[in-house]
């Protein structure tokens, strides 16, 4: 067991551009979710997969951001037109089904200046 | 709507003295409880979780929780803290009819000293 793993573990990227994540979720897992955490804050929920399928999308996720799992494995988060308030850390985590418990990925602490 | 309070943002115990961190939790229906530690940087590692049955649960590292219903609590505790504990706690809320999307506190900074 590998467990999730992310990548880049860092960005520093210009606003107005564009930055794309990925996550590699434990190998069985059907569940994969995105989370954002700023400083001095709980992780908060952004989206999450049922395998391919993206079966919700939190009010955070605004129309610059984008979220694929194409084959039901990795995953890629967009975000598009970067802004200084889009600074996070962004979490991956991935769980076996409904109900049970998530494990997280290091994080790609994305730095916009 | 579903929530998660932390009350203290910072706690210093000292080292081999008890810690307990407290957890209080809003929710509408039966909830899976979890605690999660993170160290700089890092990401979340479980610690434990709480599904249903014996409510008090014991998890890695040497720490336990327990469930209270009657409080809406889910609080860690450790009998004897080391200095390799000093990290981020947070303390998460979920169940299988959101989505199974966590609700996370703002998290207790653990400091600890020799």
């Known amino acids: 067991d590998t467990g999730v793993s992310q990548d880049p573990r860092h960005k520093i990227t210009k606003r107005g551009q564009n930055v794309t994540f990925r996550c590699d979720p434990i190998s069985e897992h059907n569940r994969l979710y995105w989370y954002r955490q700023t400083l001095g804050q709980g992780p908060e929920f952004l989206t999450y997969f049922q395998n391919e399928a993206q079966l919700e999308k939190s009010r955070l996720l605004s129309d610059r951001f984008s979220a694929e799992r194409p084959k039901g494995s990795f995953s890629t988060l967009e975000i598009q037109r970067t802004e200084q308030g889009d600074s996070a850390m962004y979490l991956c985590a991935s769980s076996l089904l409904a109900g049970y418990e998530q494990y997280f990925g290091p994080g790609t602490r994305l730095t916009v200046t | 709507a579903q929530s998660v309070t932390q009350p203290d943002i910072h706690i210093t115990v000292s080292e081999g003295a008890s810690l307990e961190l407290r957890c209080n939790y809003s929710?509408?229906?039966?909830?899976?409880l979890f605690w999660y530690v993170q160290s700089p940087g890092q990401g979340l590692q479980l610690l434990l979780k709480y599904f249903s049955g014996d409510t008090l649960v014991q998890g890695i590292k040497g720490f336990e929780a327990e469930f209270k219903r009657s409080q809406s609590s889910f609080n860690l505790r450790k009998p004897s803290v080391h200095w390799s504990d000093a990290a981020e706690y947070f303390c998460?809320?979920?169940?299988?009819?959101?989505?199974?999307?966590?609700?996370f506190g703002t998290g207790t900074s653990l400091t600890v000293i020799p």
């Open positions: 998460a809320v979920g169940a299988s009819n959101t989505g199974n999307q966590f609700y």
């Open positions: 929710y509408g229906a039966t909830p899976y």
